[in-house]
């Protein structure tokens, strides 16, 4: 597998494999078309078609923060915590990271690597990717949390946010498939609402994997104001304003 930006020839970017043929590259891999347009590697987690919104998958509540976390010296190369009332399936939080969320080293953050399957409430001795280990050295006051690799087990973008959102389909992508989700550039997208051409769009928050103008309650010709249920700007309406339940051109710019 390669663990770099991949260059993708045309159609490239619309390849998918199942688990039986084989993961292509790690998960979050930055894939770039010879016209510029960027995308990122992922796992699917449920069936979607083409020009949707994606999202991480949502969080753990049991596992992403304020994990009883055991002393961990310099150098160590795995922090070892106890997880809340949820089980950890093998390789689960693998490509993930373990970050310390509150006290003694608070701040710091590390790649997870393969690991075993914990029961709930177990004890999960995460072994840490980075090169030299822990920087600073934690102690029993520490508190930990575990973030899944964003682009694993990633879903259509729903109406309220569970995760951030972390690309564009741009094929039908079939459930528990590897593939890529565009992050930048144009292409089709589903419409809600009335778009404005030249004007911002974020995730919809009535359609599950659409976009709406933003903020949501955008007025032509008053100020751009923040009001309760807007989220963050994904990307600019250009070549033509699409009506809703059609899709049209965005121009999209999503750190992912």
Partial sequence: MSFRTVDLDYGAEKRQTTVAQGQEHELGTL????DGRLFRYNFM???VTAGKL?????????HDMDLVTAIAAIGATSI???????ALAKDAAKDGYIYVNDLIGEGQMFKIGPHAAVDSAGSFACPIRDEGGVRTALD???LCG???NPHNNVIIAPTTPTGDIVGLTVVDR???TYGWGMINGRHPVWIYGTVIIGRSVTRSVTTAGAVDTYPITLTEGTPNTYVPGDVIVIGEVTLIVAVTADYGMVK????A
Avoid: R
């Avoid at 915590?81 to 949820?86: F, I, R, S, Y």
């Fill in 31 to 34: 894939g770039v078309l010879p």
């Fill in 140 to 142: 029993a006051t520490s």
């Fill in 54 to 62: 994606l999202q991480t998958s949502a969080n753990v509540a049991n």
């Fill in 146 to 148: 575990i973030m899944y």
């Fill in 252 to 255: 999209f710019n999503i750190n």
């Fill in 45 to 47: 987690d449920g069936a």
């Fill in 80 to 86: 070892t915590v106890t997880l809340g009332a949820t």
């Fill in 174 to 176: 079939a459930d528990n």
